[in-house]
T-cell receptor
Framework: KNEVEQSPQNLTAQEGEFITINCSYS?????LHWLQQHPGGGIVSLFM???GKKKHGRLIATINIQEKHSSLHITASHPRDSAVYIC?????????????FGKGTKLSVKP | KAGVTQTPRYLIKTRGQQVTLSCSPI?????VSWYQQTPGQGLQFLFE???????NKGNFPGRFSGRQFSNSRSEMNVSTLELGDSALYLC???????????FGPGTRLTVL
């Protein structure tokens, strides 16, 4: 069964701290997505990656294909980063829209 | 460019009724996917459409159906509503295969 596991489930940080959220998956994937969901439900796609590393502002996403593992890093965290971060995978044999989701990491950044 | 829009945003129905939700993708996007989000199960894939064809369907009963029109707008229908169908229903569009998905704000369905 294709699965996506995330850790930690909940994370509380002080403003300015470096944050890491981890994601592991079971078999070969064609793409790994990191999503951000704020209270109220809206989801924003942060990254889509299949190899290496991507950076956007204070956010960095990495993926290790051999270890079937991805990480999302937030540098110099800020209270506005408080949200649920969700990892999702498109598996080989699945199509683009068929995302398998992790259960999410709820991040709270305190001022 | 306008984002993905979903209507209605909120909906209250009673058990046994049926409901239709609508999704308008970003202009030029031909792929539309639907997802259900509940506190217990999290986000789950419902179905995906590309150029009016259903390409994939998640593990949901036949009461859940959908379609896509020639202008790429999509609808999903749930018949014979059950209490457990209460959820946030999200649609997302993308330009092509293996591409970033852009999510709509969702429709929050409550079944009483």
């Amino acid at each position: 069964k294709n699965e996506v596991e995330q850790s930690p489930q909940n994370l509380t940080a002080q403003e300015g701290e470096f944050i890491t959220i981890n994601c592991s998956y079971s078999v070969g994937i064609s793409a790994l997505h990191w999503l951000q969901q704020h209270p109220g439900g809206g989801i924003v796609s942060l990254f889509m990656l299949s190899s290496g590393k991507k950076k956007h502002g204070r956010l960095i996403a990495t993926i290790n294909i051999q270890e079937k593992h991805s990480s999302l890093h937030i540098t110099a965290s800020h209270p506005r980063d408080s949200a649920v971060y969700i990892c999702a995978a498109t598996y080989y044999g699945g199509s683009q829209g068929n995302l398998i989701f992790g259960k999410g990491t709820k991040l709270s950044v305190k001022p | 460019k306008a984002g993905v829009t979903q209507t209605p945003r909120y909906l209250i129905k009673t058990r046994g009724q049926q409901v239709t939700l609508s999704c308008s993708p970003i202009s030029g996007h031909r792929s539309v996917s639907w997802y259900q989000q509940t506190p217990g199960q999290g986000l789950q894939f419902l179905f995906e459409y590309f150029s009016e064809t259903q390409r994939n369907k998640g593990n949901f009963p036949g009461r859940f159906s959908g379609r896509q029109f020639s202008n790429s707008r999509s609808e999903m229908n749930v018949s014979t509503l059950e209490l457990g169908d209460s959820a946030l229903y999200l649609c997302a569009s993308s330009l092509a295969a293996i591409d970033t998905q852009y999510f709509g704000p969702g429709t929050r369905l409550t079944v009483l």
